[in-house]
C-alpha cells in the first residue's frame, strides 16, 4: 500500500506570496491532518479533516488554509507568506474513525517552504 | 492544555549501550501515547505505541511503558545501533490533535 505522498517537496517563495501544499492519504484514510516543524516552534497542529470537513483547528491565523476533496486528497494555503512560515509542512492521514486521535497517525515525507 | 516534555538533548552514544529517552505528559482524560522518530530529510515514522495505563510498547528493540501514576512514557533501548541515530518525538494524542514534545537528537558512534 503506497504512504502518504506531498508535493512539491520544495518551494521558494518570496514574501507576500501564496503558497498550495498538496497532500495524498493512505488509500482507504479519510482524515488527513497538517503540522508545521520549525527549529523553534517544534511540531505544531494547523488543523485535521474528515469527510471533506475541518474536524479541529490549531491556532493558526487565518492565512493558514486548507480543503480537502472527495478522493480525502487535501490542500493547504497560507497566503501573504511571512518570513516566518519557513518551515518544513507535515501531513498525516488515519481512517478517522476516532476523533480523538487514538489511531495512529501516517506522516508524508514533508515540503519544505523557504520563504526570502 | 495537554504538554509533553521531553529530556534535553541532543544524546551522543556509543554502539551497544543502553538508550534511555524521559518524556512526561500533562493530559485530560485517557490519551493514547507514542514515540515517532524522524531520520534526516524525512517525515515521522511511528515507532511504536501504547493506548492505556500500563500498555508496553514495543518495536525494533525500542520498549516505553505508559505509566499513569508518574505520567510518564519514556523511551529505552537496550543496545544501540549506528542506524538509530535520528530525532525521537514523543506525544500524545487529546483534542483532536497530537502534541508533541520538543524532540531528541540521538547520534550514535560506531
Known amino acids: 500500500k503506497a504512504g502518504v505522498t506531498q508535493t512539491p517537496r520544495y518551494l521558494i517563495k518570496t514574501r507576500g506570496q501564496q503558497v498550495t501544499l498538496s497532500c495524498s492519504p493512505i488509500s482507504g484514510h479519510r482524515s488527513v491532518s497538517w503540522y508545521q516543524q520549525t527549529p523553534g516552534q517544534g511540531l505544531q497542529f494547523l488543523f485535521e479533516y474528515f469527510s471533506e470537513t475541518q474536524r479541529n483547528k490549531g491556532n493558526f491565523p487565518g492565512r493558514f488554509s486548507g480543503r480537502q476533496f472527495s478522493n480525502s486528497r487535501s490542500e493547504m494555503n497560507v497566503s501573504t507568506l511571512e518570513l516566518g512560515d519557513s518551515a518544513l509542512y507535515l501531513c498525516?492521514?488515519?481512517?478517522?474513525?476516532?476523533?480523538?486521535?487514538?489511531?495512529?497517525?501516517?506522516f508524508g515525507p514533508g515540503t519544505r517552504l523557504l520563504v526570502l | 492544555g495537554d504538554s509533553v516534555t521531553q529530556m534535553e538533548g541532543p544524546v551522543t552514544l556509543s554502539e551497544e549501550a543502553f538508550l534511555t529517552i524521559n518524556c512526561t505528559y500533562t493530559a485530560t482524560g485517557y490519551p493514547s501515547l507514542f514515540w515517532y522518530v524522524q531520520y534526516p530529510g524525512e517525515g515521522l515514522q511511528l515507532l511504536l505505541k501504547a493506548t492505556k495505563a500500563d500498555d508496553k510498547g514495543s518495536n525494533k528493540g525500542f520498549e516505553a511503558t505508559y505509566r499513569k501514576e508518574t505520567t510518564s512514557f519514556h523511551l529505552e533501548k537496550g543496545s544501540v545501533q549506528v542506524s538509530d541515530s535520528a530525532v525521537y518525538f514523543c506525544a500524545l494524542s487529546g483534542g483532536g490533535k497530537l502534541t508533541f514534545g520538543q524532540g531528541t537528537i540521538l547520534t550514535v558512534h560506531p
Open positions: 498525516a492521514s488515519s481512517q478517522g474513525l476516532e476523533a480523538s486521535f487514538q489511531e495512529t497517525q501516517y
